[in-house]
Every structure is written in C-alpha cells, then in structure tokens.
C-alpha cells in the first residue's frame, strides 16, 4: 500500500521542498535507485522514514573517546550554540544530527548506531572541514 498523503506532505516538509534531498532518502530508505519521490515509497516505508529524520541522530556516549572527539570538533568548526539559561557555549547537535541526515555525511545513521569505522569517517569528514575553515581565515 502506498504511502498516504498526509505522509507525503510531512516529508516534503521534512526534505525542505528539496527534489535532491526527497530523491536521497527514497532511495536509501527503498534501496532502489530508480525511485526518487515520496510517492514511491510504501505507508510502513514512509512511517519508517519519518520516524528516522525527526529523531535526535547525535545523540552521544559520554565514555566514548570518539564521541568526545567529535564534540570538540564540533566547537572548533563553529558548531555551537548559546544556552539561554546559562550563557554558556555548547555544540549544536541538532546541526549535527542534521549533517548526519544529509548527503554530505560520509555515514547516513545515528551517531549511536555506527560502528568505530564509521565514526572515524565522521571524524575525518569534521576533521576536513576544520582545516578548510581554518584555510578560509588565513586568507582573510
């Protein structure tokens, strides 16, 4: 049975409208490169899917050395953000998990589903992206 409309209008909202992030996540969702449209998708595909993008996916271990790597990544890039509260600095995991969505991320899963492999690809995908901001500044 294919997935119904109010499922279809969630995910476009979910994929931001965008034809290249819907045609991303159907195909991994479905495995099948021929299909690109919400439309293609099943209702227990669709429920699956929308279940899996508004999740927290940076979600942390705090005794996982790895996990704490990342959050310092994380800072150095500039992902963070001010807690209201407090005033105090912390990473944005929300723009994390967000990456970890997209088709940017070398690993498309939850931060707490990966293997150690896995999280060293998003370590060295962030490590990357550290040193090209870096070079950015030195030509300012």
Do not use: C
């Not at 409208?17 to 819907?22: A, D, I, R």
């Not at 407090?86 to 931060?111: C, F, H, Q, Y």
Request: without cysteine; aromatic residues 6%.
């Amino acid at each position: 049975m294919k997935a119904q409309a109010s499922q279809r209008k969630q995910l476009y909202r979910l994929f931001q409208y965008n034809k290249e992030n819907e045609a991303f996540h159907v195909q991994h969702t479905t495995g099948d490169q021929t299909k690109t449209e919400a439309a293609d998708l099943s209702m227990s595909q669709a429920t699956k899917l929308i279940r899996s993008l508004t999740q927290n996916w940076a979600v942390f271990d705090s005794n996982s050395q790895r996990h704490l790597y990342i959050l310092s990544l994380l800072r150095q890039i500039g992902w963070t953000k001010i807690v209201p509260a407090t005033g105090k600095e912390i990473a944005d995991m929300g723009r994390l998990s967000n990456w970890l969505k997209s088709k940017k991320s070398p690993v498309v899963m939850p931060l707490q589903n990966m293997s150690p492999e896995e999280t060293s690809k998003i370590i060295v995908a962030l490590e990357n992206m550290v040193v090209s901001n870096a070079k950015k500044k030195a030509r300012v």
